[in-house]
Nanobody, 121 residues
């Protein structure tokens, strides 16, 4: 059974850092594009960062608002996705979701339950 379990969220002051993790199981992790989304209260879910499969080089992409501050990475041996978040701002406050997306079979798209990140003084 497919599972994506996020961890690492919490409360942090502006300018601080947090590191999120997403432990995956039940599917071939290395075959999936892995992504972090976030959803703030009253807003639509937003794609924050993505990392491609190792077969195509593991390239990364970010939404403009987090470029230079967030780093997405994956450990295929550990089947774990990471998001390092630095210089956090209040507008980064949201529930952060891990997503696994198969690039050749769109029906294979899995979500975690999310982890809350709150940036506040």
């Amino acid at each position: 059974q497919v599972q994506l379990v996020e961890s690492g969220g919490g409360l942090v002051q502006p300018g601080g850092s947090l590191s999120l993790s997403c432990a995956a199981s039940g599917f071939t992790f290395s075959s999936y594009v892995m992504r972090w989304f976030r959803q703030a209260p009253g807003k639509e879910r937003e794609l924050v960062a993505a990392v491609s499969t190792p077969a195509v080089g593991g390239s990364t992409n970010y939404v403009d608002s987090v470029k230079g501050r967030f780093t997405i990475s994956r450990d295929n041996a550990k089947k774990t996705l990471y998001l390092q978040m630095n210089s956090l701002k209040p507008e980064d406050t949201a529930v952060y979701y891990c997503n696994a997306h198969h690039p050749a079979a769109v029906r294979y798209d899995y979500w975690g339950w999310g982890t809350q990140v709150t940036v506040s003084s």
